[in-house]
């Protein structure tokens, strides 16, 4: 094993390895910050060009890819109220109110340092800890699965700002929205309303787009001077070191997200949207100042990005020693190894040691790489905002028409889009907040399939119950369903008495 | 008004000079000179999955071929039934193919009411990879062969779990056909594609597993396979018994290819059928498609044309007598 | 007295009834979690709705927007989408991007001849970058053969 340490890194640091993966790592941040282009788009543009190209570079370059664009998602996000790529859901709560502040570099910086350490302990969990945890990620069956939504589901108490049932009712939209196409099990066509178009069902990113973004460009012109003509950033200096030695202070808040998004990560099937939503509901429950967030808080944006870049090495854990791809991007990596000869699993590590060990390794490195571009990028990238409405407002528009087109070639998303921007719009007036709305989107599937396939497991056992309720990791998901719905009662008993617990993340 | 005069002016002369530029590739009409224009091959599938991959092995092969850029486009949903639907639309101009996966483009019309397209629009140029469906059991199962799996599956109806990939997918039918030719009775376990639906075998959620020949070559160690679909033993999993070898008179099988929309000349589909041909016998790619585990193919425009309908009628006999037990 | 969330919620009652008409054919395995949603959907507008028809003072949902500004926008954005399958990306974003940069403008220190430059510039740049460096070929629409 030593060897192959060595071997790793002198393999690393070869000029041309190592270029290739800066170029992955600044093309994945443009990409990434391109709402509709995603990770995985990125890395399949790249594999035409592995099929020639030796084992190490070709990794290293779409490990480079995957890194900078989930980082880069948080551009968008921040500046324009879009995630770039579903992960960055959750950076757009405090991102973008940090922005309307005229603080778009401090949103920006504390994006690249914290998505940095993220990175690094996800691709260190991914190095040290791949066997024991890839063995928990095989105990996640369908009644798992099905725990685990609705542990997600309870986020909605965080994400509904104001009123509670309104986010009940987002919640429950969104979820209806997730049934729309075919039916994962039984093969239906529902809701279709009869048009065929509507069976591939609704692109997450789609609707995250048009929820997101389409409402943000009506409001900055729905005034003749908006405030967000008197957003302004004007550079100040000392903003991103200020912002580093507090973040640095804040250590428990970092290592908890990032412990987050690697465990979210390893489950195949849960990505880096519902990784930065659970860190961010608990950045907030764990908060003595829980009213600050949703208004520009950094620990917020902190949360999700450190979560969501952590979820990338933890993604990659059943990958590497299972050979199942727990995420999209993964499953393009999986085929760049089948490609080379190399065949995920334990043999992976013994017989092509040096390649995976580097390949590891450099995740590592692309990490620290996309933290120095992210943080001397974050000055210039902010300056965007202070163009003015009049050329911005139709910029975006524009760019969420390319995007929504990009994802799937397909111009009824871009209708679709639209119409959910308009929807948007007007529900937002009425007081509906996007985010449980895309979380019931995100979790519908996942709670569909594990509902229904324990269902069939079930029927065939002779006992639901069983199924549901004796299973030993159901019962821990189960427990903390209870505690996360619970909370609110909690915290009241909490506040009330007087002796207050000292807390590192306040 | 008088503001805009000067804004409608510059208007059009941007439109005339964008205009311009878009009708300089104009193809000519002769149809001997195809083909003379950038060649769009859709996946109907995401970035990064089986199909997505063969297509971009094929890209460069394809350019020197053919002589002109070929770009893939991926148009995912619905199991392929979005990028089906929009082929069978398109102008038959030979520049516009979209890969094809059998058993998907047969069993979608039969199953759904309306998927989009039929199974005939679907206009075959050739089918270049085949992917076994095997059955496999746990390592530690009480089941050793396949008869004593059939067995199990009459003594105990619907209580052994069988893990797949989809609802009228290929795993699907291949289990209704391993019924409806033993009269054995399971518990179908269908996941959303063919990772999930392992990761839920690897994790003992499910008694056996449907899977393909790529999948079973990865993960043989951690599995008992019972019987593989290929026609012939299975090149790469030697040891594994057809089930024609075990007497069910069965084939399983995901194959690709690709197709052009309906009523596409023939001298067009004969200049593709040779180029995809030439690729399928390379025997690079065949050597790569066998370490991957998958069964190079290369068959024609009408011999796949053929195999199309037979597979037609065998499964449409099959969920027809499926409805009709359920009703 | 009708307000935001008395109509909101009534409508949400509104689109539970029309899925609940459209998924009643579905099977028992297809329609057994979508049933869950609606009903739970509907029990929380309905909350919603009394709730609204007790309370009052609820401020009105579009209090300070200005219409002249925002049905242009609207309009635009819908005819843009109907542009782009008519006459492809280039020439509806070229057509899009230049109308509003100058309608948007309250300074009216943009002249036509600047706007149209600057729409045809960023039109121009990503159309090349995403047709061949991303390799994603945007639509032509259906007027230049689509």
């Known amino acids: ?506 | 008004m008088k503001r805009f005069c000067p804004l409608v002016l510059v208007l059009i002369l941007a439109i005339s000079v964008v205009v311009g530029c878009a009708q300089n590739g104009e193809e000519g009409k002769d149809e001997f000179n195809y083909p003379t224009k950038t060649i769009k091959y859709v996946v109907p599938f995401n970035p990064g999955g089986q199909s997505d991959l063969e297509a971009r092995r094929q890209q460069k092969p394809l350019e020197e071929k053919l002589g002109v850029n070929v770009v893939i486009e991926n148009k995912p949903g619905g199991g392929g039934a979005v990028g089906w639907s929009e082929l069978v639309r398109k102008d038959p101009d030979g520049y516009y193919l979209t890969g094809m996966n059998i058993p998907h483009i047969i069993l979608q019309p039969l199953a759904r009411e309306n998927a989009g397209y039929e199974t005939d629009q679907v206009n075959p140029v050739a089918l270049f990879q085949g992917t076994p469906i095997g059955l496999a059991v746990q390592p530690d199962s009480p089941y050793n062969t396949l008869d004593e799996f059939i067995e199990a599956g009459k003594a105990k109806p619907g209580q052994i779990t069988v893990g797949g990939s989809g609802t009228y997918s290929g795993h699907h039918i291949t289990l209704m056909q391993l019924q409806d030719k033993t009269g054995a009775e399971f518990q179908y376990v269908p996941s959303q594609g063919a990772a999930p639906s392992v990761q839920s075998y690897l994790g003992g959620h499910v008694d056996a597993l449907l899977a393909n020949s790529n999948d079973l070559v990865q993960h043989q160690d951690k599995m008992k396979i019972l019987a593989i679909g290929s026609k012939e033993r299975f090149e790469p999993l030697p040891d594994v018994k057809t089930f024609m070898e075990q007497d069910i008179d069965m084939t399983a099988s995901i194959d690709r290819g690709v197709a052009v929309p309906p009523e596409t000349d023939k001298r067009i589909i004969e200049k593709l059928e040779k180029a995809f041909l030439e690729i399928a016998k390379d025997e690079e790619i065949r050597a790569q498609m066998k370490e991957e585990g998958f069964l190079p193919l290369a068959m024609g425009a009408e011999e796949s044309k053929q195999y199309i309908n037979e597979m037609k009628d065998k499964y449409s006999a099959i969920l027809e007598k499926v409805q009709a037990e359920s009703k | ?146």
């Open chain 1, 1 to 506: 094993m030593p060897a192959d340490f060595i071997a790793a890194l002198s393999n690393i640091a070869q000029p041309t390895n190592f270029l290739i993966m800066a170029i992955g790592v600044g093309f994945g941040i443009i990409v990434g910050a391109l709402p509709g282009l995603t990770a995985t788009m990125a890395m399949a543009l790249l594999v035409p060009f592995t099929f020639t190209m030796d084992a190490v570079p070709a990794l290293m370059g779409l490990g480079g890819i995957y890194v900078g664009a989930i980082y880069g998602g948080c551009i968008a996000a921040i500046l324009v109220n879009t995630p770039g790529t579903p992960s960055a859901i959750a950076t757009t709560f405090d991102g973008f109110p940090l922005t309307k502040k005229g603080k778009a570099e401090h949103a920006l910086v504390t994006a690249a340092f914290s998505s940095a350490v993220g990175g690094v302990i996800g691709a260190v969990v991914l190095l040290l800890l791949s066997p024991p945890l890839a063995s928990i990620a095989l105990k996640f069956g369908p009644p798992e699965y099905f725990w685990l939504s609705i542990f997600g589901l309870t986020i909605i108490a965080t994400l509904a700002s104001g009123s509670m049932l309104k986010g009940l009712i987002g919640g429950g939209i969104g979820l209806l929205l997730s049934q729309i196409g075919i039916a994962p099990l039984g093969g239906e066509m529902r809701f279709t309303f009869g048009l065929y178009q509507l069976q591939a069902g609704l692109s997450l990113i789609v609707v995250l787009i048009g929820f997101f973004c389409i409402p943000e460009v009506l409001s900055m012109i729905e005034k003749k001077f908006s405030q967000h003509d008197s957003i302004n950033y004007k550079p100040q200096k000392g903003v991103a070191k200020g912002i580093i030695s507090d973040l640095i202070k804040k250590p428990i808040l970092l290592l908890r997200s990032a412990v987050i998004g690697a465990f979210v990560g390893i489950v195949p099937g849960a990505g880096g949207n519902i990784a930065g939503l659970v860190s961010y509901n608990e950045a907030v429950r764990w908060s003595k100042k829980p009213k600050e967030f949703g208004k520009g808080n950094i620990d917020g944006v902190a949360a999700s990005e450190a979560a969501n870049n952590a979820e990338v090495g933890g993604s990659l854990v059943p990958l590497m020693t299972l050979g199942i791809p727990g995420a999209a991007p993964a499953a393009i990596l999986l085929g760049a190894l089948m490609l080379q000869g190399m065949r995920p699993g334990p043999e992976l590590y013994i017989n092509y040691g040096d390649i995976t060990y580097t390949f590891l390794f450099s995740l590592i490195v692309a990490n620290i790489v996309m933290g120095v571009m992210a943080f001397y990028g974050a000055r210039h990238v902010a300056k965007l905002i202070n163009l003015p409405v009049s050329y911005l407002a139709p910029m975006v528009v524009f760019m969420t028409v390319i995007g929504s087109y990009a994802i799937r070639n397909n111009i009824v998303d871009v209708i679709i889009m639209i119409l959910f921007g308009l929807v948007g719009y007007v529900t937002k007036k009425a007081g509906f907040h996007p985010g449980p709305i895309v979380l019931g989107l995100i979790l519908g599937p996942i709670a569909e399939n594990g509902l229904v396939q324990s269902m069939l497991m079930g029927k065939s056992a002779g006992s639901m119950f069983e199924v549901f309720f004796t299973r030993p990791l159901s019962i821990i998901l189960i427990l903390l369903c209870l505690v996360s719905a619970g909370w609110p009662l909690i915290s009241n008993l909490r506040n009330k008495t007087p002796d207050k617990e000292a807390d590192a993340n306040a």
């Open chain 3, 1 to 146: 007295m009708l307000n935001k969330d008395i109509i909101s919620a009534a409508i949400i009652l509104i689109i539970s009834g029309i899925f609940w008409s459209e998924g009643s054919g579905l099977s028992e395995m297809g329609g057994f979690f979508p049933r869950i949603i609606i009903i739970v959907l509907a029990l929380f507008s309905g909350i919603q709705l009394i709730q609204s028809l007790i309370k009052k003072n609820i401020e009105p949902a579009f209090a300070g927007v200005e219409a002249k500004r925002l049905i242009p926008m609207i309009i635009g954005v819908i005819a843009y989408v109907g542009a782009i399958i008519l006459i492809g990306f280039a020439l509806a974003s070229l057509l899009f991007l230049a109308v509003f940069f100058k309608l948007l403008d309250n300074t009216k220190k943009v002249s036509p001849v600047k706007s149209v430059v600057i729409a045809s510039l960023i039109t121009a740049v990503f159309y090349g970058v995403f047709n061949y460096a991303f390799l994603v070929p945007l639509p032509v629409g259906i007027v230049f053969g689509g």
